[in-house]
Structures are given as C-alpha cells and as structure tokens.
C-alpha cells in the first residue's frame, strides 16, 4: 500500500508529544546520574588527576635558571651549543649575579646548576656576592674571582640549566646528559645509579611475585578445601597483617631478623651458628624481600582463595575417574583454573613491591634500596623535585607497559579479583 497516512503522533496527558517527553526524561536520567557520580569524579580529578599531570609537567619544566638569569639565558638562546663564552657572555653572567645576589634569588640559581654540575652552589652565592664590585672586561674580572667561571664544563651545565622546557631531567632518570656540543652521552660510571636501581626494582619485585605465588598458592588451596567453619579461623591469621600497622611490622622483622635477634640467637642457641657466624640479614637485600614477604603475601592469597573456592571439585573426580593421574589432574583440570587468580595476585604483587618505599627504607640498607626510596631522596633532600618527578614518570609507564602487556598476553578480563 502506498501513500498510507502516518496515525498520528502519541501526547501525554499534559498535551506534550511522546517522543519530547522521552527525551526529557532520558535527559533528566543522565543529569541524576552524573550528579550522583560528581563527587567521585571530583575527587579523582582533585586527587589523582590533577597531581600526575603537575608531576608530569615539573618533570620536563624548571624556570629557577632561566627565569632569574635573563640576560645569559639570553645570550645562550641566541648561540649555538658548544659556541666559548666571549665578553658578552661574562658581562651579562657579571649583571645577573649581582642582579640574583640583590633579589636573594642566587641560591635558587646555583641549586638549578648543581643538578647538572656538582659543588656549583656555592660558586654561584660566594660570586654573587661581590658581583656588583666586578668591574669590565668582565671576562677577566669574573675567572680572577674564581676561576670556575673559565671551565667550558661549567658554561655547558648552565646552558643546560638555561633552558626552561626540556627533557634533561629524564636525560638524568636514565644516566644520560649533554656534552657542550648538545649531544647525548653517558654521564661518568661513578654517576650511573638510577638504571642499576630500576633494574634492582623490578628485578626484586619479580623475585617477592614468584615467591608470593608459590607460597601462597599452597595455603589458598588449603583454605579453599577445608570445611568453612576450619577455612574461616585460617583465613584470621592470613587478614591479621592487614589489621596491624605496615611500621609495627616492619619494626618488627628488624627485631627478628638483626644480628642480636630472635632468628639468630635461636640458631647459636642450637648451635647451629658460632657466636662470631651470625648470619646478616638485616639492613641488606634479605631483610627486605623478608619483609616485604609478609606484608604483600594475602595480595596473592586472597585472589588465589576466591577462585579456588568456585572451582567444582566433580571436575577433578571426573578426571581421575578417566584414569588421569593427580599430577595430570592438577595440571591439565586444576591448574588452568586458578589462573585469573594468580594473574590477579602476581599483578597485584609486582605493582606494590614496584612503589614499595617505607619497608625498603627501614630494612634494605645499601644494597635494598629500590628506585622509590630514590625518588623520596629528590624530594626530601636533595629538593631535586623535577628529577623525582621524571623518575617517578618513568616508573609509572613501566608498571602502565606491564599491564598493558599482561592485558595482551592474558586477557585483563581473566583477571578476578574475588
């Protein structure tokens, strides 16, 4: 049939058109639910959002050299790296001195250059406080009062620390710097630690993951066969850690676990130990995986736990009734079936232990120090917060790499977390 006349539209009962009235109410529906979620999302934005994108941007900006030295900044901006200082350069180095030095901004100035180039804080405020008495050529007056001011080393730190934008700062985070003619090269071996720190970062939170998995899938499978009411009064002492503050067991390993402790005066005590063989387990790499053992072994647990729980045990029945043995039973029936589990924990694992600092910092001596406790240094006593934030960038699209390969390789949509 053709040329058939449209029924005529539906109205409510206020006399507005159905599909008006729909859309208003679809438009209402939203407005409830995204003021019903904006208090979250302000927080997030507030809390999470906003302070990694401030980190992401003081790690690639610095303006303490640039915006108090105006006129060498200048000078550098119109030369070409690796080009000598010539008595332009010197009298406008000679002006921002005096000018720093008046402003009490000089400091600021030589803790800039001392990032790139060590001991030149104190070059910068003993000069800057007779700047204002040098008198022209400056490029004499300036190296007779210390002769620093000729190193070409020197220029070639300041014309780094010139620069307000600029990727120098991961340069650093990765052991790499620029020679005088802007070229990237690595900086001197006694000067390498954060690469050999991220890679003892990650190279120990692999370590406390394995480790986690094979110690904790045991008891997470106890826990998941015995009866409920037995299952229960065990699974107290798996949570107890979490109902204990992270110091008080930290502190508490160190009474175990040090020379005089309770590990070693037991083994002396049996005679396993001489009195002069005590075993060092404090304030080194041992003392820090221990401990960080204890505290982030539930995170494996727990996981493991809510999947083996849901696992049917006919399957296992059916299988050793086909005459599969146990061990073929465990690893072609039981085993695939824990894996959300155990990507959920090892992922868990790994990304605490990568930002693990209070532990590390307590127990870990020299040699347990991870790159965390590097990136609270920046921030605490060196006050070298552009490299703390490049380094805590640099972990964070580490761990973001990882998961990204973990939702590749495994599928982030296996992963069950209870």
Not at 51 to 56: A, E, K, N, T, Y
Not at 143 to 159: E, I, N, S, T
Not at 229 to 251: A, E, G, K, Y
Not at 292 to 306: A, C, E
Request: with cysteine; net charge positive; glycine share 8%.
């Amino acid at each position: 049939m053709t040329g058939a006349n449209p029924g005529p539209a539906a109205i409510t009962v206020d006399g507005v058109p159905l599909r008006v009235a729909l859309a208003r109410a679809g438009r209402r529906g939203r407005l409830r639910a995204f003021l019903l979620v904006a208090p979250l999302l302000a927080f997030i934005l507030v809390s999470f959002v906003v302070p990694i994108g401030q980190m992401l941007f003081r790690s690639v900006h610095n303006p303490a050299f640039a915006a108090n030295m105006p006129r060498i900044t200048a000078w550098f901006a119109a030369t070409r790296p690796g080009t000598g200082p010539d008595e332009a350069a010197f009298a406008a180095l000679a002006a921002d001195l005096a000018e720093a030095a008046r402003a009490r901004t000089i400091g600021v100035v030589g803790t800039r250059v001392n990032y790139e180039m060590a001991g030149t804080r104190s070059l910068f405020t003993a000069t800057g406080r007779k700047a204002a008495g040098l008198a022209p050529p400056y490029a004499e007056s300036l190296p007779a009062a210390d002769r620093a001011w000729a190193d070409p080393a020197l220029w070639g730190a300041m014309r780094i620390a010139s620069r307000a934008l600029g990727p120098e700062f991961y340069l650093a985070a990765v052991d790499r710097t620029r020679a005088e003619d802007g070229s990237i090269v690595p900086v001197p071996p006694d000067r390498r630690i954060h690469l050999a720190l991220f890679a003892r970062t990650f190279a120990l939170s692999l370590a406390i993951t394995l480790i986690c998995l094979v110690l904790g899938f045991p008891v997470a499978h106890l826990l998941a066969t015995l009866p409920l009411r037995r299952s229960n009064l065990l699974m107290i002492l798996v949570l107890l850690p979490f109902w204990t503050s992270l110091l008080v067991r930290t502190t508490a390993w160190i009474a175990i676990l040090q020379g005089q402790g309770v590990v070693n005066s037991a083994l002396v005590g049996l005679g396993i130990l001489a009195e002069d063989g005590r075993l060092e387990m404090m304030y080194n790499r041992t003392g820090t995986i221990v401990a960080m053992l204890h505290i982030l072994l539930p995170f494996v647990i727990l996981p493991l736990y809510s999947v083996m729980r849901s696992i049917n045990p006919s399957y296992a029945r059916a299988a050793r009734s086909l005459g599969a043995t146990s061990w073929t039973t465990f690893r072609r029936i039981y085993l695939p079936q824990t894996l959300p589990g155990m990507g959920a924990g090892a992922l868990l694992v790994f990304i605490l232990a990568v930002g693990y600092y209070i532990t590390p910092a307590l127990v870990g001596g020299a040699s347990g120090q991870l790159i965390s406790n590097m990136i609270a240094f920046h921030m605490q006593n060196s006050l070298n917060w552009s490299l703390a934030a490049a380094l805590a960038t640099l972990l964070l699209v580490a761990v973001l790499l990882l998961y990204w390969l973990y939702d590749r390789l495994v599928g982030i949509d296996k992963m069950k977390l209870g």
